[in-house]
């Protein structure tokens, strides 16, 4: 299983960008889907998540200005954020939880796309 994240750039305060990230291999179900950030010296942190029913939660942080997405058809999960902070700027990271035809269920991440928010 692969998690692909992209999406990510360069972007002044106040403007807005779009990640997605696309679940491939031998996938026989996939549970919650999220987004975490890690800004350089701090921790990473949780943005978004979205169950497989659809219900979302967002960090107080990002809560108005991002809204967590997902295809389950095409086992992709979209993070669009507006009205970008400089605050904002980390590389982010998708995570899903993901039940392989092994019938073990795991905890997968991608590699992370940067986003930068320049003042």
């Known amino acids: 299983v692969q998690l692909q994240a992209s999406g990510g750039g360069l972007v002044q305060a106040g403007g807005s960008l779009r990640l997605s990230c696309a679940a491939t291999?031998?996938?026989?179900?996939?549970?919650?889907m999220g987004w975490y950030r890690q800004a350089p010296g701090k921790q990473r942190e949780l943005v978004a998540v979205?169950?497989?029913?659809?219900?979302?939660n967002y960090s107080d942080s990002v809560k108005g200005r991002f809204t967590i997405s997902r295809d389950n058809a095409k086992n992709t999960v979209y993070l669009q954020m507006n009205r970008l902070k400089p605050e904002d700027t980390a590389v982010y990271y998708c995570?899903?939880?993901?039940?392989?035809?092994?019938?073990?269920?795991?905890?997968?991440w991608g590699k992370g796309t940067q986003v930068t928010v320049s003042s």
């Open positions: 291999g031998s996938i026989l179900s996939i549970n919650a």
């Open positions: 979205i169950t497989s029913g659809g219900s979302v």
């Open positions: 995570n899903a939880h993901i039940k392989t035809m092994t019938l073990y269920a795991l905890d997968y």
